[in-house]
């Protein structure tokens, strides 16, 4: 009986398909089926064998030729659109999620995915962005952090485009999926409105973070 696979989803041609003598690692199973339909930063890749399955991003797998296995009898695989997303909120045209859209998004882009800004409403010197951060990251920027959120800290950034050093700056600030970008109405006001819908305000405001004193980490180096 000739050993088998199966690959579903957003691929070519989905159904079983026949390992070969040389054997078959998952890409090669995906090009097999004639390809994946989307773009790679945005192509989930879930490999179930037996009662254990596991996942990665068809780009990630590329650049990390260790997690691209060789597929085995009686797996399954499922290729699935995953876009990476955003949420605009605040002072933009377009509030809500928002698909990258690109391999790679700055901030500056990310204002322009949202609809840019409202003129009448809108205030440059208040451009927030919550996310996640390993605490090695936080220890970099704050060396008084005590340890108190575990590995993943919440931490906003607050970039002023009033200051033309911050325009180089954003710029080279890279958004990630499942970001919180704020444009506020009012700094003072608005960044108190913007933890309120974080729903934490202490805790998130203890690792808030000043982005033009920051321009390594926000060039992604």
Not at 68 to 96: M, S
């Amino acid at each position: 009986m000739q050993r088998s696979y199966v690959v579903n989803g957003e691929v070519g041609t989905s159904g079983r398909k026949p390992i070969t003598q040389a054997g078959d690692r998952i890409l090669d199973a995906i090009a097999n089926a004639g390809g994946a339909r989307q773009a790679t930063y945005e192509t989930r890749i879930t490999l179930q064998r037996g009662s254990k399955q596991g996942s990665a991003i068809m780009k990630d797998m590329i650049d990390n030729p260790a997690e691209n296995v060789f597929v085995q009898a009686g797996d399954r695989i499922y290729v699935t659109k995953d876009p990476e997303i955003f949420l605009a909120f605040g002072a933009v045209p377009q509030p809500g999620p928002i698909e990258f859209g690109l391999e790679k998004l700055t901030l500056l882009e990310a204002v322009g995915k949202a609809g840019g800004l409202l003129d009448q409403r809108s205030d440059p010197g208040a451009f927030f962005v919550f996310r996640y951060e390993p605490e090695s990251a936080v220890r970099q920027m704050k060396p008084d952090y005590q340890g108190s959120y575990g590995a993943k800290v919440p931490v906003v950034y607050r970039v002023n485009l009033r200051d033309p050093k911050a325009y180089f700056y954003a710029k080279g600030f890279t958004i990630r999926d499942r970001d919180v970008l704020y444009v506020a109405n009012s700094a003072a006001a608005e960044f108190k409105k913007f933890l309120d819908i974080l729903g934490s305000v202490r805790n998130v405001a203890n690792t808030a973070t000043d982005a033009v004193n920051l321009p390594k980490q926000l060039s992604g180096n």
